[in-house]
């Protein structure tokens, strides 16, 4: 992580599943403070820009030193920015696979646009404007590091969840069987696996149709999920 805030990067991978990941030696999470490649006393990353204009920008040289001192020009290099292509579950998955993965976290007015020379991908995590990366970049951290094997405890839990296989995912209960007259379905109490596999798969699908119908257009979807939306929405009519 090339951030001015290493302090927030470090705080947020101080708990919780990161935290358990690192201490477990399945993935590290090092900063490297731009600041500290400044020649000037101030250690001034900033100045403003040419042609005038509000605010400051980000200077070349102290992120330039920063990512060479790493060593790792081979690996992705990811900008973080509200003009990068949105951050995806499918990106994270190709992530996890990496060894090394740097992510640049800019400030203020934003980067010098020869920074952006240094990334391999430029990233957002959404059609919005912060005060800085560092936001953006622990969001990757989290979907990235609970792929790697070993930092989540049960592999079987990821292979559930929504965006895996495309679809949002169902809903999920647990004791007791009866809340405030809230009642647990009776395919999940029953103990039929194969029907508890095949509502999952139907809550599923609905939930999607509700919620995210745009995935539904990009899915291989089977004859017997075909009939099953197509009964969701006869029953709408």
């Not at 102290?62 to 292509?85: H, I, K, N, R, V």
């Not at 203020?108 to 430029?122: M, N, Q, S, V, W």
């Not at 979907?143 to 169902?170: M, T, W």
């Not at 194969?194 to 509700?210: G, P």
Request: net charge negative.
């Amino acid at each position: 992580m090339i951030t001015l805030f290493p302090e927030l990067i470090e705080r947020y991978c101080s708990v919780s599943i990161i935290s358990r990941g690192i201490e477990k030696g399945e993935i590290a999470v090092r900063t490297c403070n731009p600041r500290d490649f400044c020649a000037d006393k101030y250690r001034k990353v900033d100045d403003t820009p040419y042609g005038g204009g509000a605010g400051m920008v980000l200077k070349p040289e102290p992120f330039y030193a920063a990512f060479e001192s790493l060593g790792l020009d081979a690996c992705p290099s990811l900008l973080m920015s509200p003009q990068g292509t949105p951050f995806q579950q499918s990106f994270a998955d190709k992530l996890a696979l990496e060894q090394n993965i740097v992510i640049l976290c800019g400030h203020y007015e934003g980067f010098d646009e020869r920074i952006r020379k240094l990334a391999t991908h430029e990233v957002s995590i959404g059609d919005f404007v912060l005060t800085g990366g560092e936001l953006g970049a622990l969001i990757i951290i989290d979907a990235v590091g609970r792929l790697v094997p070993g930092v989540v405890g049960k592999s079987i839990s990821l292979a559930n969840e929504s965006f895996v296989n495309g679809l949002l995912e169902g809903p999920q209960y647990t004791k007791p069987p009866v809340f405030r007259d809230m009642e647990v379905p009776e395919v999940l109490r029953g103990g039929n696996h194969r029907e508890i596999e095949r509502w999952r798969r139907q809550q599923a699908l609905k939930r999607t149709l509700e919620r995210r119908p745009d995935l539904l257009q990009r899915m291989t979807l089977s004859e017997e999920d075909k009939r099953y939306l197509a009964s969701l929405a006869k029953a709408a009519d």
